[in-house]
């Protein structure tokens, strides 16, 4: 214990000696390392990586006993173990890493700099889409036919397009309830619709790895999450079992909607795209003409 506690007076005073020696440029920089901790305690909240985080703060209490305790055989497994963790961890955690990346890449930080995406889409989802969408919805919900609808915004969503079946059909309720009616050939999997036009149908998507959802959710739902948490799509599920409209955007899930309820929330997201692509191409013209 006199070691443990000399230990302790060695640190206190070293601490004491490093706060005289602190400038600005280094009360800065702890903000920015505390607000950066705290951004990925709170993405790591929802993920798998948070059961592996408690793990390995259980691993690091166990190896400080050892250190203060002298344990040199249990320290030197430690140390060799150590140098392959760091592989093995990143190997564990990469769908999170990744998903991690995707967000930060969504961010737009250097979109006001560079143009990362020159060359996104200028065609949205019409008025009349959305009806013949509504309407596709409200009558496969009476009759209980599941369906899984997927509209592409500014993000393209070829990478799975491909995984399906082209289609390349403009959009009404008669062919949506057509593709999705029971015992046909493209019912299963993903519709995926870019402007006014179905471009491709059963395609696979990814699963929502949210520990939040409900447990009483399906495959359905949760690819609707999962691909609406990776890009900006608008996504729209028909519940087989219930019959109930559900829509996931940037990976909430609103459930239980009426027919009004999904048209305003499609004419939001509709109108708020617009708006942005519109704003960047004034902003894009302003640039030219100074330019000029």
């Avoid at 969504?106 to 009349?128: M, Q």
């Avoid at 050939?185 to 471009?199: E, F, S, T």
């Avoid at 948490?229 to 219930?242: G, N, Q």
Wanted: aromatic share 8%; with cysteine; hydrophobic share 45%.
């Amino acid at each position: 214990m006199q070691w443990l506690s000399d230990r302790i007076g060695d640190y206190l005073n070293n601490l004491g000696a490093y706060r005289t020696m602190m400038d600005f440029g280094d009360v800065v920089e702890i903000l920015i390392i505390a607000l950066l901790l705290y951004y990925i305690l709170v993405w790591m909240k929802n993920t798998r990586a948070w059961a592996l985080l408690k793990g390995l703060i259980i691993i690091c209490i166990f190896l400080l006993l050892a250190y203060f305790f002298n344990m040199t055989t249990i320290l030197w497994i430690a140390q060799n173990v150590l140098s392959f963790a760091a592989i093995a961890l990143i190997v564990v955690i990469q769908p999170e890493l990744r998903k991690a990346l995707e967000e930060l890449g969504k961010k737009n930080i250097l979109a006001s700099v560079i143009p990362f995406d020159t060359g996104h889409r200028e065609e949205f989802f019409s008025e009349k889409t959305i009806g013949e969408i509504v309407k596709a919805c409200v009558e496969m919900g009476k009759a209980r036919t599941g369906a899984l609808i997927v509209i592409e915004q500014q993000e393209t969503l070829k990478d799975y397009e491909r995984t399906g079946i082209t289609v390349d059909g403009v959009v009404t309720s008669q062919l949506l309830i057509n593709i999705f009616e029971h015992n046909t050939p493209l019912h299963d999997g993903a519709v995926i619709i870019r402007g006014n036009r179905i471009v491709s149908a059963t395609c696979y998507l990814p699963l929502s790895d949210n520990l939040g959802l409900s447990k009483e959710l399906g495959t359905r739902h949760r690819a609707g999450v999962g691909i609406s948490e990776v890009t900006d799509s608008l996504t729209v599920i028909v519940s087989e079992e219930t019959g109930k409209i559900s829509a996931a955007y940037e990976g909430v899930l609103d459930r239980n909607l009426s027919a009004e309820q999904l048209r305003q929330r499609m004419q939001e997201i509709l109108n708020g795209v617009q708006e942005e692509s519109s704003k960047e191409k004034r902003i894009w013209k302003g640039r030219s003409k100074l330019k000029k």
